[in-house]
């Protein structure tokens, strides 16, 4: 196993869990790769003393702020009196020597600070200026998110660093653009910024702000209650501060006559990368994960091989993580083996895989509660309980007690064994749409 041990930057390892046996006839292989960054130089750091960083090092960031001023941000005062105080905390936890920009969202994209179509480099200076400018900030006109996305994307980039990081907030529906436009937005800064979105009441639409946030690799939520807002946006900032690797991408390499099936991330969170494949070679393809800190993700990768004979093996995918150089060639940072053996033993081969089990569980989990809200949303009684009591089942049996605490608020579990539930007759609209919002978010492996 390659590890990428620079100093100050993370070393990556990659663990493969698989079983890797067959039955005569079996071809379909699967394998969690657990991807894993640890030791970056500077990472503890951000959250303890976001101003300092290691000796004789420059930080190599910039992040921008997008923060919604639509005339439905003082409906009531608090969402925009919260979103001011929200965007000061996140300023206080931006590195001295990170480069920053301000940005007010309406149908239009403004500049709030530094202005000019530049990005200001914090210090205590710069961080007071910013905040002074965000007293200036008041709500009125539509909203039109593309726009915002663009003009983040035109300040980032004029910083030359490596990691470039947006934060979105949004109380509203994008009304004031067609969805092709926002989808085209998404298009063009994909892959030259990651962006975190936040939808702060209940008037937003949850589709909008989990997709701006798949498409960009960042993280979505619900902040239901504005108060809530300081808190959540001092720890995207501090998150975003300990990012210390740029456009990891997974790399997949397969023999001859292997099929990719699909690759998703599973944990954090569930995540379709499949789609996201660019061409890196012969038999090979790069998936994007984004900006990377001390942490540890997992990625369910399935392959069909060909039909081999009792007794052969063969390597079914080789697993790697790469950087982009300079040059345009990509650094190994490290890798792992997928591997196909077939056997008489019926044992080993009907075995599966506890890890391959679990995400396969929590996987299902997202779909059919996303599958479950969208019957109930239709009127579909009998699918969404359905639905809806295979979720908590599955909730109940991963661990995952974040996700059935959220399900005790959709429905009335009379068995969370068996799955069988009743729909609550009043849903709180915030239960709701935090349920859809966070359905995605899974549990490691019980050890």
């Not at 394998?31 to 951000?46: F, H, R, Y």
């Not at 399935?302 to 950087?323: D, K, T, W, Y």
């Not at 295979?390 to 605490?405: C, E, I, P, Y």
Request: with cysteine; proline share 4%.
């Amino acid at each position: 196993m390659a590890n990428f041990s620079k100093s100050n930057v993370p070393q990556f390892s990659v663990d493969v869990y698989q079983n890797e046996y067959l039955p005569e006839g079996g071809r379909e292989v699967n394998a969690i790769a657990t991807v894993t960054s640890t030791g970056g130089g500077t990472v503890g750091s951000a959250v303890s003393a976001p101003h300092l960083y290691s000796a004789g090092q420059t930080p190599d960031a910039a992040v921008a702020i997008m923060v919604d001023c639509s005339g439905s941000m003082d409906y009531p005062p608090t969402k925009m009196r919260g979103a001011r105080d929200a965007t000061s905390a996140a300023i206080d936890a931006v590195r001295d020597g990170v480069h920053f920009a301000v940005i007010g969202g309406t149908h239009v994209a403004k500049e709030v600070y530094p202005g000019d179509g530049r990005l200001a480099v914090a210090d205590a200076r710069t961080r007071g200026e910013a905040k002074q400018a965000l007293r200036k900030l008041s709500a009125g006109g539509g909203t039109a998110i593309g726009t915002w996305l663009r003009l983040a994307d035109r300040l980032l980039a004029s910083a030359d660093v490596s990691i470039r990081h947006g934060i979105l907030l949004t109380d509203g529906r994008n009304e004031h653009e067609s969805p092709g436009d926002l989808k085209a937005a998404l298009d063009s800064c994909a892959g030259r910024f990651t962006c975190d979105a936040r939808g702060v009441g209940t008037d937003w639409e949850v589709k909008e702000v989990t997709g701006i946030a798949s498409a960009l690799l960042g993280t979505a939520d619900i902040v239901a209650d504005p108060s809530g807002l300081s808190a959540d946006f001092t720890q995207m900032m501090e998150a975003a501060m300990g990012k210390e690797v740029a456009d990891v991408s997974l790399r997949l390499w397969t023999p001859m006559g292997v099929e990719i099936k699909f690759v998703k991330q599973v944990a954090p969170t569930v995540e379709e990368l499949t789609d996201r494949r660019t061409e890196a070679g012969p038999r090979a393809g790069d998936y994007p994960t984004g900006s990377w800190g001390d942490e540890s993700r997992d990625y369910h990768i399935c392959v069909e091989v060909p039909n081999a004979e009792l007794g052969q093996e063969m390597l079914a995918a080789r697993v790697s993580l790469i950087v982009p150089q300079p040059d345009g060639s990509a650094q190994t940072l490290s890798q792992g083996l997928v591997r196909a053996v077939w056997t008489d033993d019926m044992a080993a081969s009907t075995s599966i895989n506890p890890q391959v089990a679990h995400y396969t569980g929590q996987a299902e989990l997202a779909q059919v509660i996303q599958q479950g809200l969208d019957a109930r949303k239709s009127g579909d009684v009998d699918g969404a309980t359905a639905k809806l009591g295979r979720a908590v089942q599955l909730a109940s049996a991963s661990g995952n007690t974040d996700t059935a605490k959220l399900l005790s608020k959709v429905v009335d579990v009379v068995d969370a064994v068996a799955g069988t539930v009743r729909l609550k007759a009043r849903v709180a609209e915030a239960d709701e749409m935090t349920l859809e919002t966070r359905s995605t978010k899974t549990v490691r492996v019980k050890k």
